[in-house]
């Protein structure tokens, strides 16, 4: 009782309780300094980790070519001093390990979208910048007129590497992906698909290179000169063969997948546009698409469509390559069994007032 009685009035020492929190707080801090140098070497591996993971994850999410099946990219070449662009498309078929160039004449007239008219194809980059228009505009002018899926495009610069200048063959083509790889060169090409590329014609022969001469090949043919104006009288200007570049195209540019998935596609326009599907389903079947019915409602639609028979159709090449070409959402591509005995095909287009705008000129012939 005594002792507990002084232990209760004894005054607390706070000079010592003061010596006694400061060690165990020395204490604390040494044991913290032993890890904080640990943690701080695993910091900056772990963001390598994660940021090595989300640049993989971006490269192959963002890659369109799988290096087997066919595969379109329109080169451009720029011209020194000048706003002219030479353009070539280039088709490659991993599958078969061969490629195909079909370089553009420079005054070749190419009927244009959006109502612009007949254009050189030097001059389609400049109008596309003139009007601020995207680079798929060119792509898909291409498309209409060639009947060429154009995926992706590379960019040349002269001042860059004069070796790619030189007459194409695999190897230049092949430095041509060594730059682009090192990122001299502008492109639309993900990341994998330069790599893919570089390393497809790195191990080309210069027998599996085909490269047309669309005028040898009497593809194309030259225009009266006196009745256009503005021609200049020192150029000769041409324009395309349909008759003749219908046939070889279809021939020789068509994919091969999906000829094979022989999917049944119906073209169906809904607007009052003369001759939009016609125009249309000609593309369409020089891409390999098997056309198997053109047809008219009056049931307007402003966006195009898209109508499946069955929902596993979505996961063809057929459809997504139409989805692709038309920037078609998910939002219009439906399932409708209706649609697809009405017009007897696996796939049915509705073409609408976007697609009518978009082909606002008759194709010439």
């Not at 200049?232 to 570049?245: A, Q, R, T």
Request: net charge positive.
């Amino acid at each position: 009782m005594i002792m507990d009685y002084f232990h209760a009035v004894r005054r607390p020492n706070i000079a010592r309780h003061a010596r006694t929190e400061a060690r165990k707080e020395g204490l604390d801090n040494r044991r913290m300094r032993r890890y904080v140098p640990s943690i701080q070497l695993l910091i900056p591996f772990f963001i390598l980790a994660v940021a090595v993971v989300i640049a993989v994850g971006i490269i192959m999410r963002k890659s369109r070519w799988d290096g087997v099946g066919q595969y379109g990219i329109l080169v451009v070449t720029d011209h020194p001093n000048q706003s002219a662009k030479s353009l070539a498309l280039l088709i490659v078929r991993g599958k078969e390990n061969t490629a195909t160039l079909l370089p553009l004449p420079d005054t070749l007239l190419i009927e244009t979208l959006r109502g612009y008219g007949l254009y050189k194809a030097s001059s389609l980059f400049g109008l596309a910048d003139l009007e601020k228009l995207p680079p798929t505009f060119v792509t898909q002018t291409l498309g209409f007129q060639f009947g060429v899926i154009v995926q992706d495009l590379i960019e040349v610069k002269p001042q860059i590497n004069q070796q790619i200048n030189q007459p194409m063959t695999p190897s230049v083509l092949q430095q041509m992906f060594t730059q682009s790889l090192l990122f001299r060169l502008p492109s639309s090409l993900s990341y994998a698909d330069r790599y893919r590329l570089w390393k497809f014609f790195g191990a080309m022969r210069k027998d599996q290179l085909g490269i047309i001469d669309t005028l040898s090949s009497s593809l194309i043919k030259p225009v009266d000169q006196h009745t256009k104006d503005e021609k200049s009288k020192d150029e000769i200007l041409y324009v395309p063969d349909f008759l003749k570049l219908d046939a070889f195209v279809g021939s020789l540019f068509a994919d091969p997948d999906i000829r094979k998935e022989n999917k049944a596609i119906g073209v169906v326009n809904t607007t009052g546009e003369a001759h939009l599907a016609t125009r249309v389903a000609r593309a369409l079947n020089l891409m390999g698409f098997n056309v198997v019915n053109i047809a008219q409602t009056p049931n307007e639609l402003e966006k195009t469509r898209l109508d499946l028979e069955q929902k596993e159709l979505l996961l063809t090449k057929t459809a997504q390559t139409v989805q692709d070409f038309f920037h078609l959402g998910t939002k219009e591509s439906t399932i409708n069994q209706q649609h697809a005995v009405e017009y007897r095909a696996d796939i049915v287009l509705f073409l609408g007032t976007d697609i009518a705008t978009l082909l606002a000129q008759p194709i010439s012939q």
